[in-house]
């Protein structure tokens, strides 16, 4: 029997704390892998998770402390009043 199934296959913490997340979504014949497919995304600090799997949601409120937050706004305002963020 085919089984689809996605896991978080890794979670990376950028320096300013925001997270690249990478899912598999492994295809299984029988018990048996015949594929795996990577996606990646990114999440700022103060992005919505509850969509997300658990462990990415518990790293979340581990690493994005208000300050950490506020720092990824100040940064988000000051690059959209730059003109290469236009």
Do not use: H
């Amino acid at each position: 029997m085919l089984t689809k199934t996605t896991v978080t296959g890794s979670v990376e913490i950028l320096e300013d704390k925001r997270m690249q997340v990478r899912e598999d979504i492994v295809i299984n014949d029988d018990g048996k892998e015949l594929s795996r497919i990577y996606t990646r995304y990114v999440l700022n600090p103060g992005d919505i998770v509850i969509d997300k799997p658990q462990f990415v949601q518990d790293l979340s409120v581990f690493l994005w402390t208000p300050e950490v937050i506020a720092d990824w706004k100040a940064k988000e305002e000051l690059l959209s009043q730059s003109p290469l963020g236009q």
